[in-house]
Every structure is written in C-alpha cells, then in structure tokens.
C-alpha cells in the first residue's frame, strides 16, 4: 500500500514551520511517537549539489541538497529521536569532484562534509566511489565523523581500504529511530569491479559478493537485537527485487544504482523495495510503523516521493556550505554556441556519441607525437553521463563537464584486426539493459550486432574474467574507413584511457600497444599530462567543428 501526499506550498510550509517553532518554544520538541520511524532517502545524487541552474549571469541555483537539509530539520524537531536521512550511494562524481587545483582527494573529503552538514544520518558506497581509486576514497572516508557508511560485503583486509579496525566504515549498524531498534546493512554492486577504479579492494566473497554477506549481516543484526532490518544497496531497482526473494528477515531493501523513480513500492514477500530516482530530484519518504507483534506493519507504513524543488524552502547553512564549497571550482562561462540540440536521451544519443568519438580521432590523429595516421576512435557510452537536451543556444564549460565528468584523456592502441573484432563482439554481448552494441559510440567504423549469432562467452575466477571461453560470432558487416575489417592487418585506434586499461570489461585494449599522444607507454597513470575528452569537446564548440552534422548510423 502507497499514498501521494497532498503538496505543500511554500508559504504554507514556512507557516508549519513557525508553528512548530512555536509548539517546541512553548513545550519543547515533541518525541516521535513509539513504533514509528520516518526514514529520508536519496540515492545518485552524483554531488549535485545545486540543482538545476536558475540564471547564468549572475549564477543562480536551485540548492537541493539545501532543501533536503531543511526537510530533516523540520521533520527532526516534529519528531524528536524518529527520523533518519540515509543514502543509497553513488556521490563522489559531477562537476563537484573537479576542483580548480584538480585536487581529487579534497573534493571527495567535502563532498561527504556536505553530506555531513546537511544531517546524513548512514550511506552506502556505490561505484563511483571508486572513480579516483581507492586511495581518494580512504581520504574522503576519514574526514567523515557523525556521518557514517554502512558496508557489509567489502573484505576489511584490503590493502588500501584496511579496515581491520573500523575507522572508515561500519559492517552494520544499529539505530533507535521511534523506540525502534532499526538494523541496517550495506551492499555495493560487484559490477564496480570494472566500472570504475576499484584497484585492490576486495569483496568478501568474490564468487558472490551479494547473497553471502547480506544473509551474514541480517543474521548479525538479528544478534544485535534489531527489530526491523533495512539494506542500504547499490545493486539497481531489478537485482533488489531478485535480491529481496532470496532473503528472510528484510524488511526494506533501500536502493540506488539504476536511477530508478518508484513512486509505488515494490513488495517481494514481506520485503519492501523503493528508490528515488537521481540527482537529488526527489526526495523519498518512508514511515515504518511497527505492528503489535513487533513486526513491521505494511498496512500502516507508508512511501512516497516528493520532488525537490520551490516549494521546499532551504536550509541557510548548507546553502552557505555550497556556496563556500563551490569558491574551489571553476566558474561557470559560456564557451561558444550550440547550432542544434545535443539529446542525450534515446537514439538521439549516439548522434552526440559520434561527435565526440569524430573530437577524439580528429584530435588524436593530429596531435600524436608519431605523427602517424588514426584509422577511427571508440569511446565507453557510459563515460556520456547527462540524459537530457540541450537547446540551442549559449554552452557553458560546466555543461560539457556535466556530460563528461571523469576527466578521461585521449590514448592511441595499435591492434591486429582480430583483436579489434573481439572488441566489438564485446559491445555485442549486451549492454545496458541487455542492449547489444550499447557500450561504446564509434567513429570511421560501422558494425552491427546479429543477436541471434552465438555470444562471446568468458571464463571467470572469482567473478573477475580470466579468459574467453568461446569467441562471438555477433560483431558482423565490420567496416574500418572504406573497407571490410581484415584480421591480419593492424589498426590504429583513438580511445580513452578508461578503455585502454579495460574499463567496462573491454580487456581487449591491453593486448594492442597502448601509448599516451606524446608517444609515451600507457600506464593507468600516465597521460595525465593531456587534454581532456571535456576539453576536445570544448575546443570542437569554439571552432565550431563539433556541431558539424553526423550521419545516422
């Protein structure tokens, strides 16, 4: 069961506001009543901290985390000792992780700070944690100090992320919220194993980084005298529901990852399943209400998202966070002008994928310090991180940034023919949401993907892919410049670095010869040096290059 509740206006919200300022000057703030807790969620807010932006000149924006902040506070004083503010994972990525001294480690450190500031109570860790490796992570996990993650199904013993002594996360945890002891625990997607940087850490259980830790943490919080039991997962919407079948003793299942608005629970057995889209855009409410037999009542409890916008009033001092935090960026300006829309949505979106993919070689073949020809470029679709249009119009650098946040730089690999088949049997194997081909946005080569051909099947050891299995046979009518790929000649290709060291399972750029533009070996490290895809495409707006129509592939 679900309810929509009815919008508050502004002036009516100021209006409670000083209602209950009043009732808590006269008596006190009022304790939440017993057997009931109000839980806030978010998830991917990817440290979008403000919003969507109101004005270019002067800088005007939304402030959402500071809207969130002033819902916790509100909801805090009506309901002393029953209301936590929890987090779903997937923070430590967007503009906020770019400062302008390029400084990665600080950036994370804050980002979490604001999170602190605005009254995170717990969070879990998602991949893009992992986006600067796992020494930034430590970094920005040691400068939290009210504001705890949560992390059941990562070893303790990891080289970089030791925490045989439990400074930077907690296994579970256990709070009273509403004369509830509510247990939680934390899942990170295994997935983060090749989509982002996750260097030495490990899993408890590489075979199954899931299952295994999640019954172990439930059966732990049980011990610890938890009556309802809450995960905090980072898998995506489809692996909780799947997830929430083979568990006993979950009450909620609490996720991120897929971005996924629910405005309707899901419920898997006596297990509830919400998330609440992305980027701060809504903010999720759940009221747990403990029954008579000190279970969780569904009847009673309640879900529903609100969007994060106007209506919500701000919350001055992490207003005053943000905008002290943001002196350390690069100030938003328009670098040229956009002739028609770039849509990052559906089809649309590899239209914009070539144009980058045609930056990268144009850039690549011009700048190699070999000065040898390039023969077509392949870039990650995942790497395209906005999903909307932009009109035409003025473009600023902080868009660009938006859609390529990751501060990917330009490598060149020469590969035989066979091998660069066996990339493009890997963009065949499925993609997102089982779309073949999905992966990467290519330019100066034309394939498609038979889906009813055999599949490139690998061989893996502790979930890590140790070698291929099978070869593809999906990857067909391959075509490099004006000609049939030929296995026995060797090709020269701009890529990014996260697919030259095999970011996204694309393992078969470490068998080319990798190499920086300055014709320096690849290492994961080197390249540092050079441009940006962000700053190509910046370069390709200013010229004008970079609107030049694509053809329909």
Request: aromatic share 6%; proline share 4%; net charge positive.
């Amino acid at each position: 069961m679900s309810f929509r509740r009815p919008r508050i206006s502004a002036l009516s919200l100021l209006g409670f506001l000083a209602l209950g300022l009043f009732a808590a000057g006269c008596g006190g703030a009022q304790t939440a009543p017993d057997g009931r807790c109000m839980l806030l969620t978010t998830n991917d807010s990817e440290a979008h901290f403000d919003g969507d932006r109101v004005e270019l000149t002067p800088l005007v924006y939304r402030g959402t985390v500071a809207r969130i902040a002033a819902v916790r506070r509100r909801l805090a004083a009506e309901r002393k000792g029953g209301v936590l503010l929890l987090s779903a994972g997937d923070v430590l990525q967007g503009r906020y992780m770019e400062r302008s001294d390029r400084d990665r480690s600080r950036a994370a450190r804050e980002a979490w700070q604001i999170y602190e500031a605005a009254g995170y109570d717990l969070g879990t860790l998602g991949n893009h944690e992992f986006d600067a490796g796992p020494a930034v992570l430590k970094h920005a996990l040691l400068g939290l100090s009210r504001y705890r993650m949560v992390v059941s199904n990562l070893a303790n013993d990891s080289p970089t992320l030791d925490n045989s002594d439990g400074r930077l996360w907690d296994e579970i945890a256990v709070r009273d919220c509403g004369g509830i002891k509510v247990g939680f625990f934390g899942l990170l997607t295994p997935s983060t194993r090749t989509i982002s940087q996750f260097g030495d850490t490990r899993f408890r259980d590489e075979r199954d980084p899931v299952v295994p830790a999640a019954k172990a943490a439930v059966a732990r919080l049980k011990q610890a005298g938890a009556r309802l039991i809450v995960g905090l997962t980072h898998l995506g919407v489809d692996e909780d529901v799947a997830l929430a079948g083979k568990l006993e003793g979950v009450d909620v299942l609490i996720g991120g990852h897929s971005h996924t608005l629910l405005k309707r629970w899901r419920r898997v057995g006596n297990t509830l399943v919400v998330q609440t889209g992305a980027r701060f855009s809504h903010l999720g409410f759940l009221e747990l209400v403990m029954g008579a037999d000190g279970r969780l009542s569904p009847g009673d409890s309640r879900w529903h998202v609100e969007a994060v916008d106007d209506a919500m009033p701000e919350d001055p001092a992490t207003v005053a966070a943000v905008a002290k935090l943001r002196d350390g960026y690069a100030r938003e300006v328009v670098v040229g002008n956009r002739t028609q829309p770039w849509a990052l949505v559906g089809w649309q979106r590899h239209l914009y994928g070539q144009r980058v993919a045609r930056a990268l070689w144009r850039f690549s073949a011009a700048h190699n310090s070999k000065g040898v020809g390039i023969d077509g470029a392949i870039i990650n679709s995942g790497g395209l991180r906005s999903a909307q249009i932009y009109p035409p119009g003025p473009v600023t650098n902080l868009e660009i940034r938006a859609i390529h946040p990751f501060g990917n730089r330009p490598v060149v690999v020469d590969l035989d023919g066979e091998t660069l088949r066996d990339v493009f049997e890997h963009a065949c194997a499925g993609g997102r949401g089982g779309k073949v081909g999905d992966r990467i946005e290519v330019w100066g080569i034309r394939f498609r993907c038979d889906i009813h051909r055999p599949a490139v099947r690998y061989r893996l050891q502790d979930g890590r892919v140790v070698g291929v299995q099978s070869r593809g046979q999906r990857a067909v009518d391959i075509i490099v410049g004006d000609e049939p790929l030929r296995g026995d000649k060797r090709y020269r290709v701009a890529t990014n670095d996260y697919l030259a060291r095999g970011g996204s399972g694309f393992a078969q750029f470490a068998r080319g010869e990798r190499a920086c533009l300055d014709g320096a070996a690849f290492e994961p490290a080197h390249c540092q040096g050079q441009a940006t895809v962000a700053e190509l495409v910046e370069a390709g707006v200013k010229d004008g290059s970079f609107d030049v129509e694509v053809p329909d592939r």
